[in-house]
């Protein structure tokens, strides 16, 4: 038997023993999926609460659902926020919809020394960007939608930063010499990891070491040079693969 569509909602849509759809995702039940009264759903709240429920009233704009099961859902530790150097033209879509479905907890857009695109539409491509990692959370049935901040220049992420215990602060850098699973093995008990990537370029030396000066282990991905999608994505592997 297939699994029920699943859903995103806030906490907020839950009411006693109902849930409200409302939102795009309405269009999407009623003239994609063609679902109708009775009709089971999976719904999601973003935080680990998963309800199973059941399709009652279907209106123009909002979509009233009966619960008819819950379970809770654990967030996987350690919680991975990805700082990324702004790519040219659609790349950081991609990188993204590849960092939700690999289990970033949140993706910083980063504005480097090397980086080449002018942003000028900034608020629009970080709706754009949310969407996509909300699409891709949901795809990939996580339980938390992973959070895509506002753009930062990459002196004032590093300066601003303000690591908890037991965080393990990666940059992967072309001229690193410490294998990151080395670094990833050493640390075991970590519920935290902030890893940085650099645009098409890379980063520059005096910004790897304005990182180390902060905490940041300078790691090597192996021989090759990466481009800076494909490098985003091989650490989130490398990570899940070690701690997941």
């Not at 935080?47 to 654990?74: C, D, H, M, P």
């Not at 480097?112 to 754009?128: N, Q």
């Not at 910004?207 to 494909?230: D, K, M, Q, Y």
């Amino acid at each position: 038997m297939p699994r029920p569509p699943r859903f995103f909602i806030s906490p907020d849509q839950v009411s006693g023993p109902e849930i409200t759809i409302i939102g795009e995702d309405v269009r999407h039940i009623i003239t994609v999926l063609r679902m109708k009264t009775g009709d089971e759903l999976l719904l999601c709240d973003g935080e680990g609460a998963e309800y199973a429920a059941k399709i009652a009233r279907v209106g123009r704009s909002e979509i009233t659902t009966e619960i008819i099961g819950q379970r809770k859902r654990e967030v996987s530790f350690p919680r991975i926020t990805l700082g990324q150097g702004l790519p040219k033209s659609d790349k950081m879509d991609l990188i993204v919809q590849k960092a939700s479905e690999l289990g970033a907890a949140s993706i910083v857009p980063l504005v480097t020394e090397r980086t080449i695109v002018k942003v000028k539409d900034g608020e629009k491509r970080i709706l754009r960007w949310r969407k996509i990692a909300r699409e891709a959370a949901m795809q990939s049935h996580r339980p938390d939608i992973p959070a895509v901040e506002g753009i930062k220049a990459f002196s004032e992420f590093i300066r601003t930063l303000c690591p908890v215990p037991r965080t393990l602060l990666l940059l992967p850098w072309e001229e690193g010499t410490e294998p990151i699973k080395n670094v990833l093995r050493s640390a075991p008990g970590v519920t935290n990891i902030i890893v940085l990537i650099g645009p098409e370029g890379g980063f520059s030396s005096a910004e790897a070491e304005l990182a180390r000066g902060s905490g940041f282990h300078l790691v090597s991905l192996g021989p090759n040079i990466l481009r800076t999608e494909t490098a985003a994505i091989a650490v989130l592997g490398m990570i899940g693969y070690e701690y997941y």
